[in-house]
């Protein structure tokens, strides 16, 4: 069965026209507490229904046999979401077993650019086959929205029942590159609490995509057949129709062309569609859809009314009309000849195989994430109560003033004396300054965890010179599900770390230096200049440029590369030796493993940057992630590559 997740806001799971739909909700850091009146339960539930609207119910789903994973990321208190927020919503569909990820909502960008986090989650939906489906937005310009202008990623833009694109559907290069368009006007769905209502936008378009996409991989399915998001990708926007519009930018915002269910088909198969599937594309596309008669007012923000919805980041336009469809839209399901091809080369399926664990942690989530230690109060009255409790700060000549808890100098000092405060305290593990997860230490051993933390954060407000400064840590838990909103008012997640295993602190420079002290024991001629700067090199880029939450496998094996940086430098140390430097890091299952293990291999990729010509080095070990802490198998294996 095809598994489609929405990621949108809480979605009414109790109206009718979900009876007999296979729908799970995965806990998010958004509340899934559905309001009538909400905005984004309006808009998440409108999408969902789309989708998974079950026969006979009034509104006639797309694919509505397909299983359904509703992932809120937008609440009805906040309306918009972060790249990182995103980003964990993406990584977390993907592990549930999604093959297609529905984004009605995005954020404008200069020219698609994104943060960090979002990039990694696309690329691990690159990697796992998954395709994100995504609005293109609606500010009515040539401009682009992150996820839909990321690679790889199926754009959607929205057309009225004539097939002309809407005024607010956003265009672009990268659009007409891989975008779509599809009905977006007065498309029906349900609403919060029971009923139907019509509203207009590419996020409603986007869930028409999401759904024909889905039909293809079901098609797949049914033929004995892997089913190929990515293929399947490739065809829809190599059988798009070309507008027919009389504008003069019409060809620019049409994107590569309009949604033609059919010719896709067709393509998947050799043959035409069948009569049923025919029918259930058809039902669902125009019982959703509508004609452009009925006047609308667009509320793009709370009393503020304008001619055309604006959204940067949770596509919030709702639109009303009183208009019932007079005409069928058959621009969506008319069969014809593709016209536009696709530049993309055919695309081969990769099989992902499902992480393994020992039994007691078999239906946990592991994290092995790195970053900085921080802590914070949750509340002005925490925050007071600290500040009852810590004893007056010396200033020197015998000034005394009162305590502030903010500072980590006075905190450290505090918990060195009573350790049970570090209960009271939210610990937080931070990336770039921003907190990521919250650390809450449980089960037997949990008071010497605390011990550990507050060591941890002793060594990180230490000189930058000192031998006992501490740059970076590496956190090992459990993703418990729970959230914790902190002081600021962002909401984290909770990681368990069952022991003080896998809690580490170190200073990079003293990392290179024990790394190198290492390789030069074993080898005697290294390069300590170039040793060092290679190593340096590795290190940082992981902490900067592949910066991650520690979630999936790959993720978990390449941080623990970092803090295993002994066997990394014995690693490259020959690489080093010859002249070479790191070209690129990456991380790729491994087809050697031990039985019900989860087994990765990081490698590292040197080239010459004096001989462009000179075959690159490539050397690869193997991280087993299916324990709380990662371990490493076998020896180092190297090879030259001309590539």
Same mark, same amino acid.
């Given at each position: 069965?095809?598994?489609?997740? $929405?990621?949108?806001?809480?979605?009414?799971?109790?109206?009718?026209?979900?009876?007999?739909?296979?729908?799970?909700?995965l806990?998010?850091?958004?509340?899934?507490?559905?309001?009538? &009146?909400?905005q984004?339960?309006?808009?998440?539930?409108?999408?969902?229904?789309?989708?998974?609207?079950?026969p006979?119910?009034?509104?006639?789903?797309?694919?509505?046999?397909?299983?359904?994973?509703?992932?809120?990321?937008?609440?009805?208190?906040?309306?918009?979401?972060?790249?990182?927020?995103?980003?964990?919503?993406? =990584?977390?569909?993907?592990?549930?077993?999604?093959? $297609?990820?529905?984004i009605s909502?995005?954020?404008?960008?200069?020219?698609?650019?994104?943060?960090?986090?979002?990039?990694?989650?696309?690329?691990?939906?690159q990697?796992?086959?998954?395709?994100?489906?995504?609005?293109?937005?609606?500010?009515?310009?040539?401009c682009?929205h992150?996820?839909?202008?990321?690679?790889?990623?199926?754009?959607?833009?929205?057309?009225?029942?004539?097939?002309?694109?809407?005024?607010?559907?956003?265009?672009?290069?990268?659009?007409?590159?891989?975008g779509?368009l599809?009905?977006?006007?007065?498309?029906?769905?349900?609403?919060?609490?029971?009923?139907?209502?019509?509203?207009?936008?590419?996020?409603?378009?986007?869930?028409?995509?999401?759904?024909?996409?889905?039909?293809?991989?079901? @098609?797949?399915?049914?033929?004995?057949?892997?089913?190929?998001?990515?293929?399947?990708?490739?065809l829809?926007?190599?059988?798009?129709?070309?507008?027919?519009?009389?504008?003069?930018?019409?060809?620019?915002?049409?994107?590569?062309?309009r949604?033609?269910?059919?010719?896709?088909?067709?393509?998947?198969?050799g043959?035409?569609?069948? &009569?049923?599937?025919?029918?259930?594309?058809a039902?669902?596309?125009?019982?959703s859809?509508?004609?452009?008669c009925?006047?609308?007012?667009?509320?793009?923000?709370?009393?503020?009314?304008?001619?055309?919805?604006?959204?940067?980041q949770? =596509?919030?336009?709702?639109?009303t009309?009183?208009?019932?469809?007079?005409?069928?839209?058959?621009?969506?399901?008319?069969?014809?000849?593709?016209?536009?091809?696709?530049?993309?080369?055919?695309?081969?399926?990769?099989?992902?195989?499902?992480?393994?664990?020992?039994?007691?942690?078999?239906?946990?989530?592991? $994290?092995?994430?790195?970053?900085?230690?921080?802590? &914070?109060?949750?509340?002005?009255?925490?925050?007071?109560?600290f500040?009852?409790?810590?004893?007056?700060?010396?200033?020197?000549?015998?000034?005394m003033?009162?305590?502030?808890?903010?500072?980590?100098?006075?905190?450290?000092?505090?918990?060195?004396?009573?350790?049970?405060?570090?209960?009271?305290?939210?610990?937080?593990?931070?990336?770039?300054?921003?907190?990521?997860?919250?650390?809450?230490?449980?089960?037997?051993?949990?008071?010497?965890?605390?011990?550990?933390?507050?060591?941890l954060?002793?060594?990180?407000?230490?000189?930058?010179?000192?031998?006992?400064?501490? =740059?970076?840590?590496?956190?090992?838990?459990?993703?418990?599900?729970?959230?914790?909103?902190?002081?600021?008012?962002?909401? %984290?997640?909770?990681? @368990?770390?069952?022991?003080?295993?896998?809690?580490?602190?170190?200073? %990079?420079?003293?990392?290179?230096?024990?790394a190198?002290?290492?390789?030069?024991?074993?080898?005697?001629?290294?390069?300590?200049?170039?040793?060092?700067?290679?190593?340096d090199?590795?290190l940082?880029?992981?902490?900067?440029?592949?910066?991650?939450?520690?979630?999936?496998?790959? &993720?978990?094996?390449?941080?623990?590369?970092?803090?295993?940086?002994?066997?990394?430098?014995?690693?490259?140390?020959?690489?080093?030796?010859?002249?070479?430097?790191?070209?690129?890091?990456?991380?790729?299952?491994?087809?050697?493993?031990?039985?019900?293990?989860?087994?990765?291999?990081?490698?590292l990729?040197?080239?010459?940057?004096?001989?462009?010509?000179?075959?690159?080095?490539?050397?690869?070990?193997?991280?087993?992630?299916?324990?709380?802490?990662?371990?490493?198998?076998g020896?180092v294996?190297?090879?030259?590559?001309?590539?």
């Open positions: 069965m095809i598994t489609i997740a $929405v990621l949108d806001g809480p979605v009414d799971t109790g109206h009718a026209c979900f009876d007999g739909a296979d729908l799970v909700s806990p998010t850091l958004v509340t899934d507490t559905v309001r009538r &009146d909400g984004m339960s309006s808009h998440g539930t409108h999408v969902a229904s789309i989708i998974f609207g079950q006979g119910s009034g509104i006639a789903g797309i694919a509505p046999q397909c299983r359904g994973l509703i992932v809120p990321i937008f609440s009805d208190e906040r309306n918009s979401a972060t790249q990182l927020d995103m980003a964990r919503a993406i =990584e977390q569909a993907a592990n549930a077993g999604a093959q $297609v990820i529905n909502g995005g954020q404008l960008t200069d020219a698609g650019e994104s943060d960090g986090w979002l990039a990694n989650a696309v690329r691990l939906c990697e796992k086959n998954i395709l994100i489906v995504a609005a293109a937005g609606n500010n009515g310009c040539d682009l992150v996820p839909a202008a990321m690679p790889n990623v199926l754009a959607v833009g929205a057309m009225d029942a004539r097939g002309h694109p809407l005024d607010f559907s956003n265009w672009g290069i990268t659009y007409q590159q891989q779509i599809a009905p977006g006007q007065n498309i029906l769905g349900a609403k919060p609490g029971g009923g139907t209502e019509r509203l207009s936008g590419t996020s409603f378009a986007t869930p028409i995509v999401s759904g024909a996409v889905a039909l293809l991989l079901t @098609e797949q399915e049914r033929r004995g057949e892997i089913p190929d998001p990515k293929k399947v990708r490739q829809l926007l190599q059988s798009a129709l070309p507008c027919d519009v009389d504008i003069p930018e019409g060809t620019r915002r049409c994107l590569a062309g949604l033609n269910l059919p010719g896709a088909f067709t393509l998947l198969t043959d035409p569609m069948s &009569d049923e599937l025919t029918a259930l594309a039902s669902g596309i125009e019982a859809g509508g004609c452009g009925g006047g609308t007012a667009v509320v793009a923000s709370p009393g503020v009314t304008t001619s055309a919805p604006t959204e940067p949770a =596509e919030r336009f709702v639109t009309s009183t208009s019932e469809p007079d005409v069928a839209l058959e621009a969506a399901t008319t069969l014809a000849h593709p016209s536009i091809s696709n530049p993309n080369s055919p695309m081969t399926t990769h099989q992902v195989t499902p992480s393994q664990a020992p039994s007691d942690l078999a239906s946990s989530q592991l $994290v092995y994430a790195l970053g900085t230690l921080g802590y &914070d109060f949750g509340s002005e009255a925490r925050r007071d109560t500040k009852q409790l810590m004893p007056p700060f010396d200033l020197g000549s015998g000034t003033v009162p305590a502030n808890p903010y500072d980590a100098r006075q905190m450290v000092d505090y918990l060195a004396s009573d350790i049970s405060e570090a209960r009271s305290l939210i610990w937080t593990l931070n990336i770039e300054l921003t907190p990521v997860y919250a650390i809450e230490p449980k089960g037997p051993f949990a008071r010497e965890s605390y011990l550990a933390l507050q060591e954060l002793a060594g990180q407000i230490q000189p930058e010179s000192s031998d006992s400064y501490i =740059e970076r840590v590496s956190i090992p838990g459990l993703l418990t599900g729970r959230t914790i909103k902190l002081f600021s008012g962002q909401v %984290v997640p909770v990681i @368990e770390p069952q022991s003080t295993r896998g809690l580490y602190g170190w200073k %990079v420079n003293n990392l290179v230096n024990a190198f002290a290492q390789v030069q024991a074993a080898e005697g001629d290294a390069n300590e200049e170039a040793m060092r700067r290679t190593l090199s590795f940082n880029r992981i902490y900067y440029d592949l910066r991650n939450l520690g979630t999936t496998s790959q &993720d978990r094996a390449l941080n623990f590369a970092v803090t295993n940086a002994f066997q990394a430098a014995s690693t490259f140390s020959q690489a080093v030796a010859e002249g070479m430097e790191l070209d690129s890091i990456t991380v790729e299952k491994s087809p050697f493993c031990r039985l019900d293990s989860d087994c990765w291999d990081v490698k990729k040197f080239f010459d940057p004096e001989n462009s010509r000179r075959a690159k080095k490539i050397f690869r070990f193997t991280i087993d992630v299916s324990d709380l802490i990662p371990v490493t198998l020896e294996k190297s090879w030259s590559s001309p590539y």
